[in-house]
């Protein structure tokens, strides 16, 4: 082959190489050649298909609400307003003791009618005064005492000294008034003193000590009692 026969058939060569690979840079920024993933479409949403019968949906709507109508008629009411509660009032419980039994029967009383009339004494006890109720302690000395009535209510005081000690003073009352079932609890004082209340019923007993300088006490009772009529 003669050198011009060979120079043609080598540019007819690069030709076709060079026209191949303008071809292939096309096809790749067309996105057209073969084996590459093409763009998806977007995805368009379908929506279901509406019922052939309208009569469907209005009967599905309504047979969802007759099941909430039910679901009321079956239920329970609505709670009354609180204001209607608390305008309610319950019946008081029957009296009974903290174990559950009948209550007890009332107590006798411890005074009777006729009371004693009003009237007062210093140093001595004054006529009606109820020495079995409110006896003075050993060895006393009775400053004054008295008894008021009205009704069939009576109130009895008594003030007095003895020789013995404040807490004996105590302990005598406490051993006196419960043999007539009285309870006795602390009960307040003004400063250098003590007192204890008894109480029975209605019936109501306040004993205040105060030590002297001797070694003795002075002390006081007011006692309340009632009379059935």
């Known amino acids: 082959m003669t050198a011009p026969s060979s120079r043609r058939s080598m540019v007819a060569i690069l030709a076709t190489l060079g026209l191949a690979l303008v071809i292939i840079i096309v096809a790749s920024v067309l996105n057209i050649l073969p084996g590459a993933d093409t763009a998806s479409p977007n995805p368009v949403s379908v929506s279901p298909p509406a019922p052939s019968n309208p009569d469907a949906a209005t009967g599905s709507e309504a047979g969802s609400g007759s099941e909430t109508n039910d679901d009321v008629k079956e239920g329970t009411a609505p709670a009354p307003d609180a204001t209607e509660q608390a305008t309610e009032v319950l019946p008081a419980p029957e009296e009974t003791s903290p174990l559950g039994l009948p209550p007890s029967p009332p107590l006798p009383d411890l005074v009777t009618l006729p009371l004693p009339p009003t009237a007062s ?11 079995n109720l409110i006896p003075p302690t050993t060895d006393a000395t009775v400053t004054s005492s008295s008894v008021a009535s009205a009704d069939n209510r009576l109130q009895v005081t008594l003030a007095a000294s003895t020789p013995m000690t404040s807490d004996a003073v105590l302990e005598f009352y406490r051993v006196a008034f419960a043999a007539n079932d009285f309870v006795d609890s602390v009960a307040p004082a003004a400063s250098g003193s003590s007192a204890l209340l008894f109480t029975r019923g209605t019936d109501t007993l306040m004993l205040t000590v105060t030590p002297t300088p001797g070694g003795g006490t002075d002390y006081s009772v007011f006692g309340a009692f009632t009379a059935t009529k």
């Open 121 to 131: 004494e210093t140093g001595a006890l004054v006529a009606g005064y109820p020495a």
